[in-house]
C-alpha cells in the first residue's frame, strides 16, 4: 500500500522517494535515474586480480580509473585484500582527489587472503562495520557437516569469505536547499559465496542462512 506508481520499466519500486517527470515514454527509465543527489549508487565487484597484484602500477591506476568514471558513492569488493584496497582508496585520492573510507569484513586479513570490502565516497554517504544480532554470528562460521546447517555433510566451511555487516546512512544535506531527501539508512553485505559448479550445496546453505540472519536483523 506504501509503494505508488510501479510499471515494469522502472521496477516495482517505481520512483518511489524520488522526484521524477510524470512523462512517460521510451525514455522513461532514463529520465528517472540520473545519477543526481536523490540517488545512492552501489557497484559490486570481484577483483580478484588486484588482490596480491596491487603493487603492479598499471593494474592499480586501471582500477581506479573505473571506479572514478562510474563515480558511483558505494562499493561491494569481492576476493580483494586489506592492503590492495587501501592502496585503491589511496589513488584515487591521488589521481582524482576523490575522497573514499573502506572498511573490511575481515580486517585483520592477511595479503594472501582473499575477504569482501566495502568503499564509499565521504562526500555521500557515511559508513561503518557494525556486529550481526546475537544468535547469528555463529551461523558464518558453520560447516556443512554441522547438524546445525539442517542438511546433508557435503564438503566443508559454508562462508569462504566471512560475510561482515555494514551500515550506510545519508543525512537530508545531500541535495541542495529545499530539495533534500530525507535521511535514510541501509545495510550492506558484501558476498562472495562458492561456485555452484563447485559448491552447490553450500551456495544454497549459505543463502539459507543470510535469510536467517536478515530475519533477525529485521
Not at 580483494?80 to 575481515?106: N, Q
Not at 564509499?120 to 562495520?129: A, F, H, N, P, T
Not at 543525512?171 to 559448479?197: E, I, T, Y
Request: charged share 25%; proline share 6%.
Amino acid at each position: 500500500a506504501a509503494i505508488k506508481g510501479s510499471d515494469s520499466l522502472t521496477g516495482f519500486f517505481g520512483g518511489l522517494g524520488r522526484a521524477v517527470s510524470p512523462n512517460l515514454g521510451v525514455e522513461a527509465v532514463v529520465d528517472a535515474y540520473r545519477g543526481t543527489d536523490q540517488d545512492v549508487d552501489v557497484g559490486f565487484w570481484n577483483i580478484e586480480w588486484l588482490a596480491n597484484r596491487w603493487h603492479d602500477a598499471e593494474k592499480l591506476q586501471g582500477a581506479a580509473r573505473v571506479i572514478a568514471d562510474l563515480n558511483l558513492d558505494v562499493w561491494s569488493l569481492s576476493e580483494v585484500s586489506p592492503p590492495a584496497v587501501r592502496a585503491l582508496v589511496d589513488k584515487l585520492h591521488e589521481l582524482f582527489g576523490e575522497h573514499y573510507d573502506c572498511a573490511f569484513s575481515e580486517p585483520d586479513a592477511p595479503e594472501g587472503v582473499q575477504t569482501t570490502a566495502v568503499i564509499w565516497k565521504r562526500s555521500s554517504v557515511r559508513g561503518e562495520r557494525v556486529e550481526w544480532p546475537r544468535g547469528v554470528e555463529e551461523l558464518f562460521h558453520l560447516d556443512s557437516r554441522d547438524p546445525r546447517a539442517r542438511e546433508e555433510a557435503v564438503h566443508g566451511k559454508i562462508f569462504n569469505r566471512y560475510p561482515g555487516l555494514f551500515r550506510f546512512s545519508l543525512g537530508g544535506d545531500r541535495a541542495g536547499p529545499g530539495n533534500a531527501p530525507a535521511p535514510f539508512d541501509f545495510h550492506l553485505v558484501p558476498l562472495h559465496l562458492k561456485a555452484m559448479a563447485e559448491g552447490s550445496l553450500r551456495r544454497r546453505l549459505a543463502s539459507r542462512i543470510l535469510a536467517r540472519a536478515t530475519a533477525a536483523l529485521i
